[in-house]
């Protein structure tokens, strides 16, 4: 009975061993607690169980089982197994990520949430990584359609690049760039020397201001001011003098009650002064021309008529 019961014992212990082992093999620690979770996919690109299931780059745990979801139709499901310690938040998802290799790894990306986290048993989400092997596969069908307009778009630079106007405009360029470096010379010969010159100008012109300005405040401005009045008084009162003897002058004029006014305003002595002067002309006249008739010269003595 011994050896029976020795028998059954070594059988369990073997087969105890043998499921150690095939799970060593796969990545399981039997002696490790873990937390399981399950991935649906549409696309699982190859991966395989014992697959290490990645999160921030370090291993925390193993894909566990496979399986088709023939209730749901496109569906792949995933078992995993994760660390104990591993807790997964909510609105975490899984990405699957093909190596160059032709490998793929699983990689749980978190979610936003660190407080609310998965109880064990619940699914994620899972989907590819859009890695730049992905990105660059599609692009490729863009890059196609874009190759003939890129051929178009070099003709028409190569037929641009040959065209004399553009060796002429780039020649122009130069020429501006080169005057744009002479003014700049000039500008920074102005900034060094003449700026600070004008400014020591400035400088002089506001101390010798202020110097004025303080003169100005030390002198006694009021005792000016009241002679600079008084003056102003003393030409309004010389106006006022000079206002009225117009005045006086212009009725003593205008009126007929003395000697002055009559002549100017009497139309009839103006007349008589006026034949009178004729007169005197005509008789002037006439002893230049007759002065015999008027001057009588004798040697002799007068004679008798």
Sequence with gaps: MRKEIKIALTAIVAVVL????????????VFTSTNSYYVKFTNIAGLTVSTPVMANGYAVGIVRDIHY???KNGYVLVGVELNQNMRVPKGSVAELET??????????????????????????????????????????????????????????????????????????????????????????????????????????????????????????LKSTMTTLQATLNNADTLTGQLNALTLDLHQRLVSEDNSLGLLLNNRNLYDNLNNTVGSADSLLRDMKSRPGRYIHFSVFGKKDK
Excluded: C, W
């Design 99 to 220: 190596s160059m290799m032709g490998g793929v790894t699983m990689h749980i990306v978190p979610g936003p949430n660190p407080i609310e986290v998965l109880q064990r048993g619940d699914t994620l989400m899972g989907g590819m990584h859009r890695g730049a092997m992905e990105q660059a596969s599609e692009m490729l069908p863009k890059v196609a359609q874009m190759l003939p307009k890129v051929d178009s778009i070099m003709a028409n630079v190569n037929r641009l690049t040959g065209d004399s106007a553009l060796v002429s405009m780039v020649h122009n360029l130069a020429l501006i760039t080169a005057n744009m470096q002479q003014a700049t010379q000039q500008l920074s010969q102005l900034m060094a020397h003449d700026i600070p010159r004008l400014v020591q100008n400035v400088d002089t012109l506001t101390h010798n201001l202020s110097t004025i300005t303080s003169d100005l405040a030390q002198s006694d």
């Design 18 to 29: 043998l499921y150690v082992g095939i799970s060593f093999l796969k990545g399981i620690n």
């Design 69 to 71: 979801d023939y209730v």
